[in-house]
C-alpha cells in the first residue's frame, strides 16, 4: 500500500500512501545531503536503498526515513 518514489527535480524521496491517497516527503534535500536522489528500492523490512546521482552513493533508510547506513 505504500509507494516510494526519486523525485530529482525537487532532490527528494516521496511516500506515496496508496491506501489513505496521501502524499508526503520522507527525505528532503537535506536529508539527502544535496544529492540528486534517481532510483528507490525497498526490501522485505521495508527499508530503502536511495541511488543518488551526484555522488552514485547507496543510501540506506528505514521505513521513517532515518538514515542507516
Do not use: H, W
Not at 545531503?33 to 521495508?46: E, H, I, L, M, R
Not at 555522488?55 to 528505514?62: E, P, T
Request: charged fraction near 15%; aromatic fraction near 8%.
Amino acid at each position: 500500500n505504500l509507494l516510494f518514489v526519486a523525485d530529482s527535480a525537487n532532490l527528494a524521496v516521496r511516500k506515496l500512501d496508496l491506501t489513505g491517497n496521501l502524499t508526503s516527503t520522507l527525505l528532503g534535500s537535506a536529508q539527502l545531503a544535496g544529492n540528486t536522489p534517481v532510483d528507490v528500492a525497498v526490501d522485505g523490512a521495508t527499508n530503502l536503498y536511495v541511488l543518488t546521482s551526484t555522488d552514485g552513493f547507496i543510501r540506506k533508510y528505514d521505513a521513517n526515513g532515518n538514515f542507516l547506513g
